[in-house]
């Protein structure tokens, strides 16, 4: 009859592994937590703080790649906008792919 500890943690490997794959995952989480329970009623529930802390960090993991896509789409549609006004405004005085001194002024001066 192995305890717990032999069965689930017994090296570093498969203590990370039982942590990484019951705890984070949640995979077959009932037996596991029920073996906790048959050696102290104080094991599920330090387990389960374990559960708990993992995944408020997966979620906060997961919220800041989401922040950063949505930042990222953000500046990139500022800069698609000032190309377009930058373009609207220029579009009028070249004509044949040329701008003259007198026209870039005039632009220059109608920029508002």
Known sequence: TDTIGEKFFAT????MYTLLVVGVFMDNLQPTIDQLGSEGYIYPGL???FIFFASLTV?????????????????????????AWVKSKITPFVKDKAITK????ALINNAG
């Open 59 to 83: 979620m906060n993991m997961l919220i800041g790649v989401l922040c950063e896509v949505v930042s990222a789409v953000s500046e990139t549609e500022q800069e698609e906008s000032s190309v």
């Open 12 to 15: 570093i490997p498969e203590s």
């Open 47 to 49: 387990f389960f703080i």
């Open 102 to 105: 007198n026209e870039f002024a």
